[in-house]
């Protein structure tokens, strides 16, 4: 069963030369260079481009790969070059390349590069998530384009690609929502000499394709958030460092493949995988790494360790068994110094044939800019050291991890194939608030030595060394990433599968309670159902979730009767099992698993809104005075924020400085006896220290509605002051 959605419009190409080959050319299959798909259902989220790679830059900043994607600003991807080289190539029209290459981006479609299909399956409906009444969910509806309940990754993006020489990628990313498998998407990457050139059915080439080779550099920012808080050129990467894994893979491939959760972390080196995260800047006088956040209470802002891990290569086009010796190269690479192909045109040749070299496993352009290397242990004698790694090759872009494949010949038909697994991981947020407010508080205190404990349970009194210690932890947690990912892989995609998540969850705000309700999951009737769990935040929607129920099978409501009046709140719902078909440990850890967190995350507040005042004396300001060093103990947070209580079910509140300037109007209608003001004027501006005055005006008349007394009169109006300190 494949239930296909409405198609979407093709995206139509703006340029002169797209208008042309339309014009000329039946266009059978075509996706439009800008099109994109958006995974948006783990904690690691992305979004994936119609011609086979990824650029990050949206024009105002660098967009993808967010880990953890609970917070904001989180996003790692900065740009994913890749390439496709050949030799001894003959192409439609006779001519000869002695090399004929590639680059995999936008600006090539058209030109080598036919984008055919774009689509994102998914294994059941996405969930439909409704807060006060208003879809949350509805900006993301059209993320999937058929539902299939057959396959066993929550989603599958499959994006095909024709080349100009006849060889096609097929591109397909695996998603997964189970709770020890969001952190990673699996690319699988197939190339055949299929012989289509272009976008129509037709079939221009027959011969075979020799010395194929594929490889790209992926840099990674590690992370927006961290760039920001630290040296803003890190959210490009770069300083980036990068090291790899894998040097001994040949001697113990079989041993990777009976892997368990149990493995020893040091046999994990065996992985072959290459990682990035963010290093020192030689214009900070602190130690960087980690990135902790100075201005604020010291939290890392960049735990991140991003990198590929490679699960598959195969040896031959005639031998699907995995090759050891592939890739060619895997290591580090510099950022932005790397072979142009120019416009693809014969007189290009030159610098194609420099591409393959490339390509081949040699560093452009030369070998200081490259290796197959632990890049960190070549350059750094500790954990402390001050070294930008940038300094290493001199190139401002960064550092990219590096990776290539080949040489495969291929006969026209034949496919060649390899698997490779993208993810994140590193410190949880508790642990970079916990770590980073302790190592401020010594930053700021030279008298401060500590104990500082360690994660082995000793302890030092290097502060920067305490750091460093736990963010390190994250080169662990990747290789573990990737070691869950190469388990997933080996057991054919067979992980133990959590219940589906109910396909409607409501969250309304009510007087006295909040009141969720949602549809049963449709893995109610499954015998090892165990029912729901609700998970709850104050303040924001980026913050660390509490559970604060569980239900059993065959519930569908819940009151939150604790919430607080004035505090917003922000909710998922679970669907759970018992466990019973997660026992074995050799994909992930043992025990119950959960549905997926995402599918009914709210964005939107839910509050325990009081009744409207019965009089315009039962006004209140709160907190009044408001004391911006009280905002850990007013509404945490929520900074900045002003509540204004038991007032007119409908009104407009204007706001005066003390000399009766206006400097906010807000207009009150949902009936309620609450509104807040987060101290922003209408310009914008947060308001400074002061005496403010409140006037309150009645909006429409209003009666009890019990008694049907009339409570106040429209135009009715009284006045309160308050005090900002600030």
């Given amino acids: 069963l494949m239930i296909r959605r409405p198609p979407r419009s093709t995206p139509s190409n703006s340029s002169a030369a797209s208008d042309v080959y339309k014009r000329q050319t039946p266009v059978y299959s075509q996706v439009g260079e800008n099109e994109k798909r958006y995974v948006r259902i783990g904690s690691l989220q992305s979004h994936f481009s119609a011609y086979g790679s990824e650029r990050a830059w949206n024009n105002t900043y660098y967009e993808g790969l967010r880990w953890p994607a609970d917070y904001p600003y989180t996003d790692n991807a900065v740009i994913k070059r890749a390439w ?16 004929w290459g590639t680059y995999i981006s936008k600006g090539y479609v058209l030109n080598s590069l036919y984008p055919v299909e774009l689509k994102q399956t998914a294994k059941f409906e996405p969930p439909t998530v409704f807060v006060d009444g208003n879809n949350i969910t509805a900006p993301y509806a059209e993320d999937v384009d058929e539902i299939n309940p057959n396959q066993i990754p929550d989603r599958i993006i499959t994006n095909i690609v024709n080349t ?20 990673y998407f699996i690319k699988e990457f197939v190339f055949t000499n299929t012989g ?18 594929i490889g790209w550099g992926t840099r990674y920012s590690v992370c927006r958030e961290g760039a920001s808080k630290s040296d803003n050129q890190q959210s490009w990467g770069k300083h980036s460092w990068v090291t790899r894994r894998g040097e001994n893979y040949p001697a113990h491939s ?11 972390i040091e046999n994990l080196d065996w992985l072959r995988c290459a990682f990035s995260w963010l290093g020192q800047s030689e214009s900070r006088s602190y130690d960087m790494i980690g990135a902790p956040d100075l201005k604020g209470y010291g939290r890392l802002t960049a735990p991140q360790f991003a990198g590929t891990c490679i699960l598959h290569v195969d040896k031959s086009a005639n031998d699907d068994g995995d090759d050891p010796y592939q890739p060619v190269a895997l290591g580090w690479h510099a950022g932005d110094t790397y072979p142009s192909v120019g416009n693809v045109a014969h007189s290009d040749m030159i610098k194609m044939g420099i591409l393959y070299d490339f390509l081949s496993g040699n560093p452009y352009p030369n070998e200081t800019m490259g290796g197959s290397t632990r890049m960190d242990e070549e350059n750094m004698t500790s954990i402390t050291d001050r070294i930008d790694p940038y300094k290493v090759h001199g190139d401002g872009g960064g550092t990219n991890v590096w990776i290539t494949y080949g040489p495969f010949d291929l006969a026209h038909g034949d496919s060649i194939k390899f ?10 947020r508790v642990r970079c608030e916990e770590i980073g407010r302790r190592w401020e508080k010594a930053y700021n205190d030279p008298n401060d030595k500590g104990p500082f404990k360690l994660p082995d349970g000793t302890t030092t009194d290097d502060k920067n060394f305490y750091k460093n210690s736990w963010v390190y932890t994250g080169k662990d947690s990747i290789l573990l990433t990737f070691s869950r990912a190469q388990r997933n892989y080996n057991s054919g995609y067979n992980i133990p599968q959590p219940p589906l998540p109910p396909p409607i969850f409501e969250v309304n705000s009510g007087g006295d309670k909040i009141m969720l309700s949602w549809n049963l999951s449709p893995s109610e009737g499954e015998e090892d159902f165990a029912g729901y769990r609700i998970y709850r935040a104050v303040g924001k929607p980026d ?3 509490e559970m604060i129920a569980e239900l059993p099978p065959g519930i569908c409501n819940f009151d939150d009767m604790n919430a607080l009046r004035g505090f917003s709140y ?6 759970f099992n018992d466990g019973s078909n997660n026992t074995t440990g050799i994909t992930n850890p043992t025990g119950p698993l959960e549905s997926g967190r995402f599918y009914t995350k709210t964005n939107q507040p839910a509050y325990l809104r009081r009744k409207a005042g019965k009089s315009l004396n039962d006004i209140r300001i709160v907190p009044n005075p408001y004391n911006i060093k009280a905002e850990t103990i007013q509404y945490v947070g929520e900074k900045d924020k002003i509540m204004f209580l038991n007032i007119p079910a409908y009104c407009n509140i204007k706001i005066f400085s003390e000399r009766g300037d206006l400097i906010e109007t807000i207009k009150h209608t949902d009936g309620s006896g609450d509104e807040k003001w987060n101290s922003i004027s209408s310009s914008r501006q947060v308001v400074v220290s002061g005496i403010y005055i409140a006037y309150f005006e009645v909006t429409k ?10 409570l106040y009169r429209k135009g009715e109006n009284a006045m309160r002051k308050f005090i900002v300190i600030r």
């Fill in 84 to 99: 496709i080289a050949v030799k001894d190539f003959t192409d439609v029209k006779g001519f000869h390349w002695n090399y």
């Fill in 164 to 183: 100009s020489i006849g060889l096609t990628m097929t591109r397909r990313v695996l998603v997964f929502s189970q709770q020890y498998h969001d952190n």
């Fill in 196 to 213: 289509n050139i272009d976008y129509d059915e037709e079939i221009e080439l027959s011969d075979s394709l020799k010395g194929v080779r």
């Fill in 254 to 264: 079989e041993d990777v493949k009976n892997f368990t959760e149990d493995t020893q």
């Fill in 419 to 428: 698997v490779e697994a993208e993810g994140i991981s590193g410190l949880s």
């Fill in 543 to 545: 913050t660390t979730y």
């Fill in 570 to 575: 922000y909710y998922y719902l679970v669907a």
């Fill in 701 to 710: 008349d209003y009666y009890d509605s019990v008694s049907n007394e009339l």
